[in-house]
Structure formats: structure tokens, C-alpha cells
């Protein structure tokens, strides 16, 4: 395993878990990998974030206990530095157990503890842990045929499993915040408190409690569920290094519907789109300025990951058509432009930015790009959905990319997104 790829290990109890959890990471440009039960770490296991399903939810806490210190065993042996232990949301499980065996392994200071999810009604308040303003004892999740819970306050339930003394940052120190907070984890640490737990009531909490802990030790064991790994990849300034490992590349020139719904899942994905205004720059000539070329550039400088469209929004595509009509110009002379500034745009930043991949829609888009690169061939590696295929070309300069061509009015809703993943694969 590369040592710079030792970022996190993430312990979930169950495979659902493990894999919100990942995908907060995800999102953020680390490749994340999830293994199932029984799979042990080693150094085949290539990626940023590790996340290990134990399937310990609902078995015997000495057994929990078991497979998750055998797990955090392996991790401290493979070199990992920061360890997250995935808590279900309506705390159902062996969650104090489970931390427990974690720290019974002398790797870190405490444990900080925010399993509170409050986008999905799930928060903690005076220690009272609420699901829908309800408190947790009196819900369903009482009731659950696995793993009832029946303590409503939270720092209680982790003292009763762990044996441990269990301090909580209450409502009063969280609403002062980040200084209020260092100095309550002080007390609580100086008190002998191996695990401390927070009220939170709002998204905000997560990154104000992570970052006063971190003030405080380097070696802290996070403990949550999708609500706190939110907000540790900013913490740790992981976001900040995804622009050094851009490298891929959308743009769509269709305007077909198909296209559109595309490019939908595609932004909701985590992609930007820039989208060229064709109107004022017609006719238009290879070379002339074009003000999307510098904001394409400026936001892969920030590290965002960018879809060039044209044809998007339909009333661009109307002033485009009213003012190529102006001076003369045909539909189809409008479409030719617009392919020419797509590929014109394409190629300056396919040739300029670090870039290996980059997904084509539209045929004329296609071309244009091509051309614009001295692209004389694609050679074909595979289909990546039915009639969607993969391949290889060669810039005039020697560049090798990754390319994906889609017809516009063809593929299914997540057609770009699958176009992406697999170049994401390839890199």
C-alpha cells in the first residue's frame, strides 16, 4: 500500500453504514474502497480511505469487541495515522463496545464522539439523544428486533458499555463555541475521560467540535456516523488537494433533452458546469477570445471538476439561433460555430491542464475537439455502457487521453456519470 494512500480507516458495523460513510469522502475526490467482512487489510488494498464492514452490529459485545480490535490492530500495523469508527445514527449496536476496543489499543488521546445526524432528524441536546424531536427510548428504535436501544442519554450509554468515565460537551459550552469547547475537553481529559461525547443539534457542531479537538491531540479516535466524516476531509485539507489530481474533463455540445437529463446527474454528482455563451460571438474564428476558456481555468485552479456545455439552457440556444439569423446565419452555421468554440476551449485546456481523461458528447463537439488537438485516431479499449465506448488517443504534441464519446440524444440518465467513474478507474 502507498504510504501517502494511508489517510483514514473507517470501522463500520454494518455494509450500509460503511458505505454513507464512505461516500463522504467520496465525493470529495478520494478514491474510497470498502471491504465486506473477513476481508483483511494488505497491501493490495490501493486507495485514500479505507472502510472495513465488521457486521458486528447485532452479535455478542465479546465478539464485537474482537473483530473490531483486530481490525484497528491491522490498520496500526499497515501504517494508518487516522481511524474514524462508523456509529449508526439512531445508536443501535455495540457502539461503546466497539470504541472501547479501538482505545484499549493505546492509539489515541480520546475519543470524540458526535453520532448526531441532524439533516436526517437525529441530534443530541442536553445529552439527549432525539430522533424527530423524539426522544430514542420512546421511538421504534426501542423496539428494534436486533438491536433495541432503550438509553435515551447518550454520555450514559457509552459509560454503561465502556466502564470508561465519559465527559459531554453540553448546549451551553457548543453555543459559545471553539474556545468554550477546548477548554470543557481539557477539563474532561484532565478529569481522566478517555471518551467524550457532544450535543449537536445543527450541521455547523461537527466541524466546531472536530476542530477544537484537533486544537488539543493529533491522536484522536472520531467517532460518528455520516454527520462528523462530513466534515474531516476539510479538516484534514484533503479537499484542497483534489486540484493536483484533476484529471477529468467533460464537454457537451447536444441539446438534445437526453443530454440534459445527463448533464443533470452529472452536476448533482459534484461536477460544475460552465456553459459557453454562443450569442454575442458570432461568427466566431479560431483564436478569438473567449471569456468561459479563463473561467474553466479558474475553476480547475480551485480544484472543482467542470463540464463545458453549450445547448444547456434553452434559452441560450434561442439567442444563439436570433442572433446568428441577425447577421445571416443558418441553424446549422450556428451549430458549426458553437462546435468550433467547444473544441477551440476543449483543446486549450486538454493541451494546458493535467488532464488524462475527458468525456465528448455530441458528434460535432467530438470532431471539433479532435481536430483542435490533431487528434488522427481513437483507438478502442472497451464499451462502458451499451453503444458508449472507451478509448485512447494521441494529441499532435504527444499528450495520451482517455476518451469517452456519447452521441447526444443516446445513453441513459447516468451515462456521463458511469463516463466519469470509469475514467476516474483508468487514471
Same mark, same amino acid.
Given at each position: 500500500?502507498?504510504?501517502?494512500?494511508?489517510?483514514?480507516?473507517?470501522?463500520?458495523?454494518?455494509?450500509?453504514?460503511?458505505?454513507?460513510?464512505?461516500?463522504?469522502?467520496?465525493?470529495?475526490?478520494?478514491?474510497?474502497?470498502?471491504?465486506?467482512?473477513?476481508?483483511?487489510?494488505?497491501?493490495?488494498?490501493?486507495?485514500?480511505?479505507?472502510?472495513?464492514?465488521?457486521?458486528?452490529?447485532?452479535?455478542?459485545?465479546?465478539?464485537?469487541?474482537?473483530?473490531?480490535?483486530?481490525?484497528?490492530?491491522?490498520?496500526?500495523?499497515?501504517?494508518?495515522?487516522?481511524?474514524?469508527?462508523?456509529?449508526?445514527?439512531?445508536?443501535?449496536?455495540?457502539?461503546?463496545?466497539?470504541?472501547?476496543?479501538?482505545?484499549?489499543?493505546?492509539?489515541?488521546?480520546?475519543?470524540?464522539?458526535?453520532?448526531?445526524?441532524?439533516?436526517?432528524?437525529?441530534?443530541?441536546?442536553?445529552?439527549?439523544?432525539?430522533?424527530?424531536?423524539?426522544?430514542?427510548?420512546?421511538?421504534?428504535?426501542?423496539?428494534?428486533?436486533?438491536?433495541?436501544?432503550?438509553?435515551?442519554?447518550?454520555?450514559?450509554?457509552?459509560?454503561?458499555?465502556?466502564?470508561?468515565?465519559?465527559?459531554?460537551?453540553?448546549?451551553?459550552?457548543?453555543?459559545?463555541?471553539? $474556545?468554550?469547547?477546548?477548554?470543557?475537553?481539557?477539563?474532561?481529559? $484532565?478529569?481522566?475521560?478517555?471518551?467524550?461525547?457532544? $450535543?449537536?443539534?445543527?450541521?455547523?457542531?461537527?466541524?466546531?467540535?472536530?476542530?477544537?479537538?484537533?486544537?488539543?491531540?493529533?491522536?484522536?479516535?472520531?467517532?460518528?456516523?455520516?454527520?462528523?466524516?462530513?466534515?474531516?476531509?476539510?479538516?484534514?485539507?484533503?479537499?484542497?488537494?483534489?486540484?493536483?489530481?484533476?484529471?477529468?474533463?467533460?464537454?457537451?455540445?447536444?441539446?438534445?433533452?437526453?443530454?440534459?437529463?445527463?448533464?443533470?446527474?452529472?452536476?448533482?454528482?459534484?461536477?460544475?458546469?460552465?456553459?459557453?455563451?454562443?450569442?454575442?460571438?458570432?461568427?466566431?474564428?479560431?483564436?478569438?477570445?473567449?471569456?468561459?476558456?479563463?473561467?474553466?481555468?479558474?475553476?480547475?485552479?480551485?480544484?472543482?471538476?467542470?463540464?463545458?456545455?453549450?445547448?444547456?439552457?434553452?434559452?441560450?440556444?434561442?439567442?444563439?439561433?436570433?442572433?446568428?439569423?441577425?447577421?445571416?446565419?443558418?441553424?446549422?452555421?450556428?451549430?458549426?460555430?458553437?462546435?468550433?468554440?467547444?473544441?477551440?476551449?476543449?483543446?486549450?485546456?486538454?493541451?494546458?491542464?493535467?488532464?488524462?481523461?475527458?468525456?465528448?458528447?455530441?458528434?460535432?463537439?467530438?470532431?471539433?475537439?479532435?481536430?483542435?488537438?490533431?487528434?488522427?485516431?481513437?483507438?478502442?479499449?472497451?464499451?462502458?455502457?451499451?453503444?458508449?465506448?472507451?478509448?485512447?488517443?494521441?494529441?499532435?504534441?504527444?499528450?495520451?487521453?482517455?476518451?469517452?464519446?456519447?452521441?447526444?440524444?443516446?445513453?441513459?440518465?447516468?451515462?456521463?456519470?458511469?463516463?466519469?467513474?470509469?475514467?476516474?478507474?483508468?487514471?
Amino acid at each position: 500500500m502507498n504510504p501517502k494512500s494511508k489517510r483514514m480507516i473507517i470501522i463500520a458495523d454494518d455494509l450500509t453504514g460503511a458505505n454513507d460513510t464512505g461516500v463522504q469522502f467520496a465525493r470529495q475526490g478520494l478514491q474510497t474502497e470498502v471491504l465486506l467482512d473477513g476481508v483483511s487489510l494488505n497491501d493490495n488494498v490501493m486507495a485514500d480511505i479505507i472502510v472495513v464492514d465488521t457486521s458486528s452490529r447485532a452479535i455478542p459485545a465479546p465478539e464485537a469487541y474482537g473483530k473490531v480490535q483486530k481490525v484497528a490492530r491491522e490498520a496500526a500495523e499497515a501504517g494508518f495515522c487516522q481511524y474514524y469508527k462508523k456509529m449508526d445514527s439512531t445508536l443501535r449496536g455495540n457502539i461503546g463496545i466497539e470504541i472501547k476496543a479501538i482505545l484499549d489499543l493505546n492509539l489515541h488521546d480520546f475519543a470524540l464522539v458526535m453520532p448526531a445526524f441532524p439533516k436526517n432528524g437525529r441530534i443530541t441536546v442536553g445529552g439527549h439523544y432525539l430522533l424527530n424531536g423524539v426522544p430514542l427510548s420512546t421511538t421504534e428504535i426501542a423496539h428494534d428486533p436486533k438491536c433495541p436501544v432503550h438509553e435515551t442519554v447518550l454520555p450514559e450509554l457509552l459509560r454503561k458499555q465502556t466502564g470508561f468515565l465519559v465527559g459531554h460537551i453540553g448546549f451551553d459550552d457548543m453555543a459559545q463555541g471553539q $474556545d468554550a469547547i477546548v477548554q470543557a475537553i481539557r477539563r474532561y481529559l $484532565d478529569a481522566g475521560c478517555r471518551i467524550i461525547s457532544c $450535543d449537536t443539534w445543527h450541521d455547523e457542531h461537527f466541524l466546531i467540535a472536530a476542530q477544537s479537538a484537533a486544537n488539543i491531540s493529533e491522536k484522536i479516535l472520531w467517532a460518528g456516523s455520516a454527520g462528523l466524516a462530513e466534515v474531516l476531509p476539510h479538516l484534514f485539507h484533503w479537499t484542497a488537494e483534489r486540484a493536483a489530481h484533476q484529471s477529468i474533463f467533460v464537454v457537451a455540445g447536444s441539446v438534445s433533452s437526453v443530454t440534459r437529463g445527463q448533464l443533470e446527474q452529472l452536476v448533482a454528482s459534484g461536477y460544475e458546469m460552465i456553459e459557453v455563451e454562443v450569442a454575442g460571438y458570432l461568427p466566431w474564428q479560431v483564436g478569438q477570445p473567449h471569456p468561459a476558456l479563463q473561467q474553466v481555468q479558474d475553476a480547475l485552479s480551485e480544484g472543482k471538476r467542470i463540464v463545458l456545455a453549450s445547448g444547456y439552457k434553452a434559452d441560450a440556444v434561442e439567442r444563439a439561433r436570433v442572433a446568428g439569423e441577425k447577421i445571416g446565419m443558418s441553424s446549422a452555421q450556428v451549430s458549426e460555430n458553437v462546435a468550433r468554440i467547444l473544441g477551440w476551449i476543449g483543446a486549450k485546456i486538454l493541451q494546458t491542464q493535467d488532464i488524462t481523461g475527458v468525456v465528448l458528447t455530441g458528434g460535432d463537439t467530438a470532431v471539433a475537439v479532435c481536430n483542435a488537438l490533431g487528434v488522427t485516431g481513437i483507438r478502442v479499449l472497451e464499451e462502458i455502457a451499451p453503444a458508449i465506448p472507451l478509448g485512447a488517443m494521441t494529441t499532435k504534441e504527444g499528450k495520451k487521453l482517455f476518451v469517452v464519446t456519447k452521441a447526444g440524444a443516446f445513453g441513459a440518465p447516468d451515462a456521463l456519470v458511469k463516463a466519469v467513474q470509469k475514467l476516474e478507474q483508468r487514471r
